[in-house]
Every structure is written in structure tokens, then in C-alpha cells.
């Protein structure tokens, strides 16, 4: 069973940075898509970004873009999630998320392993 520990949340004020990280219990996750998603109170579990982690193509919903980089350390089999100029719409549960199949996808049910999350909360 493959393993996804997600960190890095927190409170920050408008405009603030923080940086998620997920680390994953299998190297072989080197050929797997990496994404991350995000759930606020009383709304349906969205796509933020993936990455497919040997190729390092990416893909970001257009309410990150240019906002939060995602990327990825081999070496340390871990995917990051790079936020910048956070909004209060940003607030929410992050969830990391693995799929071993596949190419990047936006879509919740084609990710076969999930995180427990990490909680972001954007003050304005």
C-alpha cells in the first residue's frame, strides 16, 4: 500500500507564501502522476496542479496559474506545492495525490492513492 504524508499547511495573511510538501513511501513513484487537490467547507474536492513526475510535464487549474508552482525532488521522492499571493479563496484542505497509471488528469477518481491532507487558511 502506497503511503502519501502531506505537510507545510498553515495560517497566512493575503499575499503571503507557503510551500506543501508530499512525500511518498515508493521510489517507483518516478513514473507515476503526481497531483494535488484542494476541499473547502461545503464544496466539491477540486484539481489545483500534477505533475508527471519523469517526464516533468505539468498542469495547473487556472485559479493557481502563476501562482503556485508545483515540482518535485527525486532524491528525496517528494512532490512540492509552491504557493504564492494567496488568496482567501485559497482556503482549504490540501490533499496530495498519486495515480500509477495514466496521464495528468484533473479528475479526483482517476488517483489511486491519497494523502490525509494539510490545511491551508488565507486571512484577509
Known amino acids: 500500500q502506497v503511503q502519501l504524508v502531506e505537510s507545510g499547511g498553515g495560517l497566512v495573511q493575503a499575499g503571503g507564501s507557503l510551500r506543501l510538501s508530499c512525500v511518498a513511501s515508493?521510489?517507483?513513484?518516478?513514473?507515476?502522476?503526481m497531483g494535488w487537490f484542494r476541499q473547502a467547507p461545503g464544496k466539491e474536492r477540486e484539481f489545483v496542479a500534477a505533475?508527471?513526475?519523469?517526464?516533468?510535464?505539468?498542469y495547473y487549474a487556472d485559479s493557481v496559474k502563476g501562482r503556485f508552482t508545483i515540482s518535485r525532488d527525486n532524491a528525496k521522492n517528494t512532490v512540492y506545492l509552491q504557493m504564492n499571493s494567496l488568496k482567501p479563496e485559497d482556503t482549504a484542505l490540501y490533499y496530495c495525490?498519486?495515480?500509477?497509471?495514466?496521464?495528468?488528469?484533473?479528475?479526483?477518481?482517476?488517483?489511486?492513492?491519497w494523502g490525509q491532507g494539510t490545511q491551508v487558511t488565507v486571512s484577509s
Open positions: 495525490a498519486a495515480r500509477k497509471i495514466g496521464l495528468l488528469s484533473t479528475t479526483p477518481d482517476l488517483y489511486d492513492y
Open positions: 515508493e521510489r517507483t513513484f518516478s513514473s507515476y502522476v
Open positions: 505533475t508527471r513526475w519523469s517526464y516533468g510535464s505539468v
